[in-house]
């Protein structure tokens, strides 16, 4: 029986558990939280979050890292508002938008796997890199002449449901990703090459070019999220994501990703982000600065790698000591 019951006593569903006791304590003590319009507040929030996380959840499955999703958001970002400036239709700026987020993806992708470099230096450096490139392409101003039949589509609702139109690109993506890491062989070869890259290689698996292609996708993801953001704020900035790696990585581990590799599922990921950014928003709807929201997600990034740990390491004392226990009876 407690075989049976330990399948369900995981890390996904805690932090399912946990969402839902917080979504439940937060709508009945926090004003506003539980209404229909905060509820798609949420959603619109925690879009570039969810879609960001998406991939990134990939390439922690496989053992690397890639820290410069935010700069990239901020860079495809910047791009966009020099082509509006030079006269490109919108229509031409955002499938241009990806490419030149799936191109300095690429970029890191080289990095990492034609030079064998590791991913947390090269990916901190592409941070300040393209963080860099976006200021020598827009400085410090703003373009915010974008065509409101876009920006009004990004805060736009289905119909007249009040649900989000950004659910669509959502769930698609989800979707997809999700699939691809839990029931194809693609998948497989991820949590291969996050648990032991070496022997994954000897197996067969091409572990340098499933990587290139990982970080190829999570820049054309940031490229996607900085259209949606520019979009979305009727804003095209060099400081736009500013910040919102740390928010990625902290749902990526708090879903249960392993910083290590070859463990983690997407599921616990998402609900994840739904509880960060559902926190997020009852702290802010409770007046609380802007540092203590990045308090608060600092701390979570230290709890979900800390916790999964201990509580493994707990249960191998535990393990440890009834086989002791067995041996001396």
Excluded at 57 to 72: F, M, N, R
Excluded at 85 to 90: D, I, M, V
Excluded at 133 to 147: I, R
Aim: net charge neutral.
């Amino acid at each position: 029986m407690w075989n049976n019951l330990r399948r369900f006593v995981t890390w996904d569903a805690a932090v399912f558990a946990a969402t839902g006791l917080f979504l439940l304590i937060a709508a009945a003590t926090v004003d506003h939280f539980g209404t229909a319009r905060n509820a798609g507040h949420i959603i619109v929030d925690l879009a570039p979050v969810l879609l960001l996380a998406l991939v990134m959840t990939l390439i922690v499955a496989t053992g690397e890292i890639d820290l410069s999703v935010a700069s990239t958001v901020g860079l495809t970002s910047a791009a966009m508002g020099v082509m509006w400036n030079g006269g490109l239709a919108l229509e031409t700026i955002m499938p241009l938008a990806v490419l030149i987020g799936a191109l300095f993806g690429a970029v890191n992708g080289l990095f990492i796997t034609g030079f064998g470099l590791p991913s947390l230096a090269v990916t901190i450096g592409t941070l300040a890199l393209y963080r860099g490139l976006s200021y020598v392409l827009l400085g410090d101003t703003a373009v915010a002449d974008w065509p409101r039949d876009f920006t009004g589509w990004t805060l736009g609702t289905i119909g007249g449901t009040g649900i989000p139109n950004l659910v669509i690109p959502m769930a698609a993506l989800a979707v997809v990703c999700g699939i691809v890491l839990h029931a194809t062989p693609i998948g497989r070869s991820i949590y291969a090459a996050g648990a032991n890259d070496v022997a994954a290689a000897y197996s067969g698996i091409a572990v340098g070019r499933l990587k290139f292609w990982l970080y190829v996708a999570s820049g054309a993801m940031a490229g996607l999220v900085g259209v949606l953001w520019t979009l979305r704020y009727s804003s095209a900035r060099a400081d736009n994501a500013y910040g919102l790696e740390l928010t990625v990585v902290a749902v990526v581990l708090l879903g249960g990703v392993s910083i290590f590799g070859g463990k983690g599922n997407l599921p616990g990921v998402l609900a994840a982000v739904v509880l960060l950014t559902a926190l997020q928003n009852a702290l802010r709807l409770a007046h609380v600065s802007t540092e203590a929201l990045t308090v608060v997600t600092g701390a979570l990034l230290i709890a979900a790698v800390l916790a999964p740990n201990l509580l493994a390491a707990a249960g191998d004392a535990l393990r440890s000591r009834r086989r002791r226990t067995a041996a001396t009876t």
